[in-house]
């Protein structure tokens, strides 16, 4: 029979994925939808991934919404929305200076490329309850970045898929993910991995990041913040 995993940070509540709130623990929109004519798939996997790790909540990732301007969060925030419709996307050494320029006091940040086993490095930080922000190839020249949160096995135990949150599609109302990569690729095709979406797309794997938070520091951050012990 096949097994799913899946972080457990995400929850599915009358049809809508959510996540804890770092300030009082009650649920929050978890998956967040980029426009149609941007290409800042890699600013809301960003986004996604530290909401989901309880950094901030999710209103406060809005522009319109007040937050301290004195903190790490609001100078990332503002970093991440700084370009706009980032019509060009952002690169993986864009991503790793947002975060690192502005909040490396509380996040780590790593990296994979090609010359790592990036679908087993995945499933191992998934384990670890730790989403991963993937780069998809469909050519040479286009791109796409989504968030790894899960995995599914197959009656072996053999893994056979990696279950992500795609900000290019609608948040998922009966799974908690909405995007499933099949990790059989075809032998000797560039872009052989299934992606299975919204339809399905023929696409490479070519990069991961991965970002934690030191859980001390983020302790001492929501005491700071919302002045009550994280529990």
Not at 40 to 43: D, N, S, T, V
């Given at each position: 029979m096949k097994q799913f995993k899946v972080i457990d940070q995400l929850s599915l509540i009358n049809g809508e994925l959510v996540c804890k709130k770092p300030s009082n623990r009650s649920y929050q929109k978890a998956h967040f939808k980029q426009g149609d004519l941007d290409g800042?798939?890699?600013?809301y996997s960003v986004s996604m991934v530290l909401n989901i790790l309880g950094v901030f909540e999710a209103e406060e990732l809005y522009s319109d919404t007040y937050f301290d301007r004195r903190t790490a969060e609001w100078?990332?925030?503002k970093a991440l929305n700084e370009n706009g419709l980032y019509r060009d996307g952002l690169?993986?050494?864009e991503i790793q200076e947002i975060v690192t320029k502005n909040y490396s006091?509380?996040?780590n940040i790593q990296?994979?490329?090609k010359e790592n086993d990036i679908i087993e490095l995945t499933k191992q930080w998934i384990d670890e309850n730790v989403p991963?922000?993937?780069r998809m190839g469909y050519d040479a020249h286009n791109g796409h970045w989504i968030v790894a949160v899960g995995y599914a096995l197959n009656e072996k135990n053999e893994l056979t898929d990696i279950l992500t949150l795609d900000p290019g599609n609608g948040s998922p109302k009966y799974c908690l993910w909405n995007g499933i990569l099949n990790i059989n690729k075809e032998h000797r095709k560039k872009y052989g991995y299934h992606y299975n979406?919204?339809?399905l797309?023929?696409?490479d794997v070519d990069e991961a990041i991965i970002i934690t938070i030191s859980r001390f520091d983020f302790y001492r951050l929501i005491y700071n913040l919302y002045g009550q012990e994280y529990e």
């Open positions: 800042a798939c890699g600013a100078k990332l925030i690169t993986s050494n006091k509380y996040a990296y994979a490329n991963v922000i993937l979406t919204d339809r797309y023929l696409v």
